[in-house]
């Protein structure tokens, strides 16, 4: 049964916090995630449908923009980076970046998802969304 949007929405930066913890934004008692990325059809805790929030390539950009921001960038400033041989260079960059990477997209993906149940944004609105439209 799907339920009405009637209830009570959290305002944005609650919503993602919840979502950031991995709880559903709604209640903040239930997870949003069944698997790594994979998010529950709806929560376990209240029953809010938590499939209709349509984050797609959105987490993704925004973990590449933090990671590589926040951290590939900065990096870049202390030159045994590029003073070091490449062979230890590049695994020693590279896996430590992909586990945080690994690590954050999860987050961002909550807080994401929290950002659209705040702002009600659903997957049926992509319909308003003009790039989609067939002319
Ligand atoms: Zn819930």
Redesign the pocket.
């Known amino acids: 049964m799907r339920l009405m949007h009637t209830a009570v929405v959290t305002p944005v930066l609650p919503a993602m916090a919840r979502g950031l913890k991995g709880?559903?934004?709604?209640?903040?008692?239930?997870r949003i995630f069944y698997r790594y990325l994979k998010v529950s059809p709806?929560?376990?805790?209240?029953?809010?449908d938590?499939a209709q929030y349509p984050s797609d390539d959105g987490p993704a950009y925004f973990t590449i923009l933090l990671v590589g921001h926040l951290v590939v960038a900065p990096l870049l400033l202390f030159p045994f980076i590029w003073k070091a041989p490449t062979y230890l260079v590049v695994p020693g960059v590279l896996i430590p970046l992909a586990v945080l990477t690994m690590l954050v997209l999860p987050r961002v993906k909550g807080a994401v998802i929290g950002a659209l149940y705040a702002l009600k944004v659903r997957r049926e609105d992509q319909a308003l969304h003009t790039a989609d439209r067939l002319d």
């Open positions: 709880h559903c934004p709604r209640c903040d008692q239930g709806e929560c376990p805790s209240c029953g809010h938590l």
